[in-house]
């Protein structure tokens, strides 16, 4: 019987890149790269393995309805989409930044964050940023962006952002400040629940090998411990 190939649903950019080497270690090398290839579908060294390279906020949408039997996205896009359909056995531990509360330089935060403030917040997080500022109290007007979220408190769009902060430098150069710490990411490999249950065989000593070379990073990371 012929069993269907297994895909893995990557986005371009950061999350491939630093997925590869666990891929590798799992015994897996994409056989293109993704910027000299037109294709978006890429075969593997793993017989009946085949990668599809998506938007990465669609990995989750895609491993939920069936488009692909596991993916890789980060923490924020999972539960943006609301990961109805899969399962998460696996934190990759790569791909890692956090998502902050950011204002312009000289706005009373203090003030602002007392509960029973309405403040105006721009972000393409709108289920996290929602959740983070009812837990506090606060009433916000929200303003969902796609892009350029700096902008919004430069032009007066908005008092404050919430959005996704790696170095911190695009922040500084636009006088903005971090002021409350939303959540920590990391990428999470993603699992069909479907697919868990009928290709067991094939997928399980995929993800077994996935979390022993994550097992192992972690260990070289932190020798004697």
Known sequence: MNVPPITLALSKGRIFEETLPLLAAAGV?????????????????????????VRATDVPTY????GADLGVAGLDTIIEHGGAGCYRPLDLRIARCHMAVAV??????????????????????????????????????????????????????ADAIVDVVSS?????????????????ISAHLLVNQASLKLKSAELRPLIDAIASAIRSGSDAENPGV
Request: glycine content about 8%.
């Open 104 to 157: 312009p330089e000289g706005f009373d935060w203090q003030a602002a964050a007392r509960a029973g403030r309405r403040i105006s917040v721009a972000t393409k997080f709108v289920r996290i940023t929602r959740e983070f500022f009812a837990r506090r109290g606060m009433y916000i007007n929200l303003i969902k962006l796609y892009g350029s979220m700096e902008l919004a408190p430069l032009t007066g769009l």
């Open 29 to 53: 090398r994409v056989r293109e790269e993704p910027e000299h290839s037109r294709r978006l579908i890429l075969p593997t060294t793993r017989e009946g393995l085949r990668v599809v390279l």
């Open 63 to 66: 491993v939920a309805c069936g």
């Open 168 to 184: 911190g430098q695009t922040l500084r150069a636009n006088r903005l400040v971090e002021v409350a710490h939303v959540m920590d």
